[in-house]
Each structure stands twice: as C-alpha cells, then as structure tokens.
C-alpha cells in the first residue's frame, strides 16, 4: 500500500503540472487580449486551486466502492418511499451490538461537482450527515449504526444534498459481541494512534491496556524552533510523546500501570523486520538505546537489560505484554489500508508475535488512521458519521464493526487528542487561508478544538474497525486460562 501511495501521488502531481502548464498558456493568451488580464486571471485559478483542487483524493470518484461482507452477515433488500422513509423488504431482528451498512447508488448533480454531496439520516431526535467525493458517482455504503430501531419502525428517513440517490439498495447486518465487555489490548504504533482509533472504545471497555511501540521523535522542526539542536529537539519531541502515551489514556480511564512506552524509534520498524537481529538507532535523535524514552513506565520490560532496537526484542518485549494481559482482543492497525509503514509492520508484530504465544485473544480489531488514497477520509465535517472508505479491489479486509460514540464523548476525545503534543502544532499561513477560502466558497466547517486535520476526521460520531480471525497457535494444549479480569 505505501507504494501504492507514491505511485498514486506521483501521478496526482504529473495531472496537476499538466493542468498547470495548460492554464498558464491559457492565461498568458489573455494577456494579447488585455495587458492586465492575465493577473485576475492568475488569482481566480489560485483560488480555485485551493478551493476545489488541493484534496489529495487520487482515484476517480465515478467508481463503485468494493466491500464484502464474510458469512454470517445478513442482507435485506431496502426500498425509499418518497418521503425517503427507509423500508424493509422483509422482517428481521437487531441487536445492539449489530453493525449496520446501507449501499446505495449516488450520483452527484450539477452543484455537486463544487459541493460535497451528502447524505443525511434524521429519525426523531437522531441526526446525521455523511459526506462523500465530489463529483462521486456509483455504489457507496452507508453506515446506519445507530438507527436500529429507527430500521426496525420504518422511522428513519434518508435524504442527500447535491446528489440524487438510487430509490432501493442493500441493508447489511453485521454480527458482533459487545467487544467492551472484553479485556483490550491497543496496539499504537505511535502515541496518538490508540486515541484517533479507539478513544470510544478503550474509555468505555471494562478493561484496556495501550502498548505504544515508538516514540515518534522524528520531524522536530518545532522543537528546533525553541533554540534546540536537532538532536535535542528529536529527544524532546520523544520524551514529550512517551509521556503523552502513558499520560493522556488516564483521561479515557485507563490505569498508568496499564499504559506501557516501548521506545523503538519512529519510521525505524520496518529496518528492523529486515534484519531482526541489527539493532536500528534513531533517524534524528543520535540514539541506539531505547530506555531514555522508558522513563515513565510503571512495568519494566524484558529488553530493559539493554535497551538495543532490534527486531528481536521488540517481539520479547510484546510477547511479554500479552502473556501478561492475556488479551481477548486486540485492537491494532489495517495492513492494507493504512499505509504507513509503521503501522503495516505493527501488524506484522502481532501476528508473528501471537504464533509464539500461549494466549489467543478471540479477534483482532483492525484501524486506520490513514488511507493511501484520499487524505480526507472519512469526508465531511466533524461529529458526522462514518461510511465505509474508497475501496475498488475485490480483496477481502475483514467483518466491519462499528461502535456509536455519543456526543459527550466525542468531547472527550477531542480533549484527549488536544493534549497530545503532536497535534498542537499550528498550521502554515497558507493552510489556514486555503480552509477559511473553503468555509466561505464550499461551506467546510472546521471544529473548535484544533488545528490538525485529526481534529475533524477522528471526533466522529462512529469509531470503525475490521474484524479478523488471529493466526492460528501451533499448539492448542498450550492455551492458558486468565484467572479472572484485571484491575
């Protein structure tokens, strides 16, 4: 996926250059007609630009979305009436831990080539909005959780805005556990991660530890800002980031003792999956000792004897964690949506790691927090729904499950992610003009609570993960029993 990405984006830029030299020739014709010309010329396409070009979405939008459901999920036939009254083809029953997707055909109009185009669910009390592609066209799903009753009583009313909708579609009912009722373990490649994903989710569990695998020291220019030199600015960012690891999840609930900072270095993972024996020192930070970033941790952890960043122990160290937790779950990245290289190999961590090990957690819960390719993704303004991502491949992800995060914790979480120093950094001039030019020409509405972009695509009224089956252990004899849940 990563080199999905560049080639994705390397053909966005060649588009955008070909574009570029052939408004700057149309521009520069205008000035035979009038001298001035060319200069009001020049500021119209820049704000056009900004306004309807910069989203980094490299895929066309005049495609169906490919998701399947696995066996065991339920599908209804769904009509709209004309008042956009959802109706069922038939009776079923919900429960309400059940994961509900509409797919639906959607086809902007005129206007929705310059506005997002959306559809809107209203039932009683209940609102929501979910935003998709300009200029989409074609099969999209749309997340219903939530409004189960709603389905149940034909209550529920769909309409859209800058699109027309198809007048049936598809109701899919995925199956679920209340996967709060089991003990979590959160695996976040780097601090943050665990709260974009799974703030909902870990601050209602009856029980979750966060694993945090590096300190995220890299990109330090801030730091450098403050009179740092680089090296220093790596340190600080790191030592910043661990204590946000350990820190912040309190505010969700959970335990310090339950927080645990690995202190491998950011970007350095896949260095050592090659060579699991080499140790991989830090990128900026001018260290091959992973301790210094440790400092806060209430468990010690096996590679604590010396601190080097290998492959190898960064296995001991989680195989340690799990044996410890005797997770149920597991809540880690998607290997193939989020394209982060870091997050591809915390997947690989995990399965390699649970080969070894005694315990077996029920499932894996897989996120992203990155999409390799719409940067915008989910769409929309914040506290809004979630639909299911772009996906055009036929391969099979996992069983979708989604959790409703209420609006008082999508407060918290908001707080949670303010506290995080990496998403305090204010935004470059340009940024900041580019969203005020949006809010006035598109009507894109930006939240109170930070500048970074996570700040609206993570406070959300859904958190979304992907259910997958664990490896398999190569010997089931050895399966051990928790002796009761943890505190």
């Not at 099979?396 to 008082?408: K, W």
Request: proline letters at 8%; a neutral charge.
């Amino acid at each position: 996926m990563v080199a999905d990405k560049q080639t994705l984006l390397k053909r966005h830029r060649r588009r955008k250059r070909i574009g570029a030299a052939m408004t700057a020739s149309g521009i520069a014709s205008a000035g035979l007609v009038a001298w001035w010309l060319p200069f009001p010329l020049v500021l119209l396409a820049w704000i056009a630009h900004e306004v309807w070009l910069s989203d980094h979405q490299f895929y066309s939008p005049r495609q169906d979305y490919i998701h399947y459901f696995p066996a065991g999920s339920e599908s209804v036939g769904v009509t709209l009436a004309k008042d956009g009254t959802l109706i069922l083809s038939r009776p079923i029953t919900l429960a309400s831990t059940d994961t509900l997707f509409l797919t639906l055909e959607l086809k902007t109009d005129l206007l929705g080539r310059f506005f997002d185009p959306a559809v809107m669910m209203t039932a009683g009390g209940l609102a929501d909005v979910q935003v998709f592609e300009r200029n989409t066209s074609g099969l999209r799903y749309v997340n219903l959780t939530g409004f189960s009753d709603a389905v149940l009583d034909a209550s529920l009313r769909i309409g859209s805005r800058y699109c027309q909708l198809a007048g049936s579609g598809q109701l899919w009912v995925s199956r679920h556990p209340d996967y709060l009722e089991k003990r979590l373990l959160i695996i976040a490649p780097h601090a943050d991660d665990a709260e974009l994903a799974a703030f909902g989710l870990y601050s209602r569990a009856g029980e979750a530890w966060i694993v945090t695998l590096t300190a995220g020291e890299v990109e330090a220019g801030h730091y450098r800002r403050m009179g740092c030199s680089a090296t220093e600015a790596a340190r600080l960012k790191g030592s910043l980031r661990a204590w946000d690891s350990v820190a912040v999840p309190r505010w969700g609930g959970v335990p310090e003792q339950n927080c645990i900072h690995f202190g491998y270095f950011c970007l350095q993972l896949p260095v050592m999956q090659a060579a699991p024996g080499k140790p991989a020192g830090s990128r900026e930070a001018d260290l091959c000792d992973t301790r210094p970033f440790r400092s806060y941790n209430q468990r010690p952890l096996p590679s604590d004897g010396d601190g080097l960043p290998t492959w190898e122990n960064l296995k001991a160290d989680l195989l340690h964690v799990v044996e410890l937790v005797k997770p149920e779950v597991i809540v880690l990245p998607h290997p193939d949506l989020d394209p982060h290289p870091d997050h591809v190999c915390a997947y690989s961590l995990i399965t390699e790691t649970l080969v070894d090990s005694a315990c077996h957690p029920e499932a894996l819960l897989c996120y992203a927090n990155h999409l390799h390719d719409n940067d915008r993704w989910p769409m929309g303004d914040a506290h809004s729904g979630v639909p299911l991502p772009p996906k055009f491949s036929e391969d099979v992800i996992g069983n979708p499950y989604c959790l409703v995060v209420e609006e008082a914790v999508q407060r918290d979480k908001a707080m949670a992610l303010g506290m995080m120093h990496d998403l305090q950094m204010s935004l470059p001039f340009k940024k900041r003009l580019r969203r005020r030019l949006q809010s006035i020409l598109t009507g894109r509405q930006w939240p109170p609570y930070g500048e970074d972009e996570f700040f609206r695509k993570a406070v959300r009224r859904h958190e979304l993960f992907w259910v997958q089956t664990p490896p398999p252990r190569p010997c089931p004899e050895k399966a051990c029993e928790h002796p009761g849940r943890m505190t």
